[in-house]
């Protein structure tokens, strides 16, 4: 089956509700598009919105990718062969991983289509749901504990605060959500960076009666070794975030001594499923957990990290909120959240349905 045509477009999403975190406040969302159509009819779907400050690439980087000649020759093209499609993207636009990403997703979306079965199920479906966390933004403790009890009411059991402005502070907004709520939560926490060595011993210390489930970055990128400071049962509670970008990155940070016991996989960071499953694959023989994220994306995205999350067997954690968030998007479906509990539809590639 060959492909008809391919169109990109860019489309800037609202939050219903702006968050902060360590480094500023996020009111919306710029994502861009990609569409696929086969000879069928069939439309496969792609989104990113690469972290500039992460990856050194813009949602505005990925448009003008997406319109060059590269991909206007894979029109023509056999969906059949879309691995090839994939591998050749991460040649011509290496480190530059948006761009690799919205291809890599919209060519599995379109090949699942035109098998007739979910991309999870084109690799093999490992898990059947698991709970995803919510985050909580930075904010003073009393609307922290709102946002708590409005999430409770929405039935979700996992809670992810974003930490790393002051240590203190971050210690007694953990405390005060375990003794307010019980076990009704998980809590995970992201400090996304913002911590020193001591501070992050700190926190150990203060939250060490909660019962927290991991904590995500904690200290800047290059400071890796000083993890190795901890005691092996704190580092195994440590998410990789920005350290990990990538399956060679996967394989530095898998050798022994971990400095985290998690990998935290993002398709905007690592270029897509594909390499994703790659560091899925690296982290499963160093015996490292998987822990799968995003940014604030669309529903297309977010369902490709989900399909690909569940095809994973090391895969513990999701963090898949991403779209919950959005006043808009461009599509419907893709997934179902039932009581926290988060699953595909089941439907062909990423089941998803175009809004016109």
Not at 117 to 131: C, T
Not at 345 to 355: D, R, W
Request: glycine share 10%; proline share 5%.
């Amino acid at each position: 089956m060959k492909i008809k045509s391919i169109r990109s477009y860019a489309k800037n999403l609202a939050l219903s509700k702006p968050y902060s975190i360590a480094t500023r406040t996020i009111t919306d969302v710029e994502n861009i598009f990609l569409e696929v159509e086969l000879e069928n009819g069939m439309v496969g779907i792609g989104a990113a919105n690469p972290a500039p400050e992460v990856v050194g690439e813009s949602p505005a980087d990925t448009l003008v990718n997406c319109q060059t000649a590269f991909f206007g020759q894979l029109e023509g093209g056999d969906i059949r062969h879309f691995q090839q499609m994939v591998f050749e993207a991460h040649e011509q636009f290496p480190h530059l991983p948006g761009t690799q990403a919205i291809l890599d997703i919209a060519l599995h979306d379109a090949f699942g289509q035109f098998l007739g079965i979910p991309v999870v199920e084109f690799y093999g479906q490992k898990i059947k749901s698991l709970p995803t966390s919510v985050t909580i933004g930075i904010m003073p403790l009393a609307e922290t504990l709102e946002a708590a009890a409005d999430y409770k009411k929405q039935g979700f059991v996992v809670l992810k605060v974003k930490l790393g402005l002051n240590v203190e502070e971050d210690v007694e907004r953990v405390r005060k959500l375990r003794e307010r709520f019980g076990s009704h939560f998980t809590i995970r926490v992201d400090a996304n960076q913002g911590y020193s060595l001591e501070d992050l011993k700190t926190f150990y210390a203060g939250t060490n009666s909660t019962g927290v489930e991991l904590v995500e970055q904690p200290m800047p990128v290059g400071m890796e070794a000083e993890l190795l400071q901890l005691p092996a049962g704190q580092r195994r509670l440590l998410a990789a975030d920005e350290s990990l970008k990538s399956p060679v990155y996967a394989m530095k940070l898998a050798q022994e001594p971990h400095p985290f016991g998690i990998f935290n996989i993002k398709l905007m960071k690592c270029g897509g499923i594909a390499p994703a499953m790659e560091i899925g694959s690296i982290a499963r023989h160093g015996g490292i957990d998987l822990f799968w994220g995003c940014n604030d994306e669309s529903i297309v995205s977010i369902t490709a990290a989900l399909h690909a999350a569940f095809a994973c067997s090391n895969t513990r954690y999701i963090d898949l909120d991403g779209s919950l968030d959005l006043a808009e998007d461009v599509v419907q479906g893709g997934f179902v959240i039932e009581k926290g509990l988060m699953r595909p539809t089941g439907q062909p590639g990423l089941g998803l349905s175009l809004l016109r």
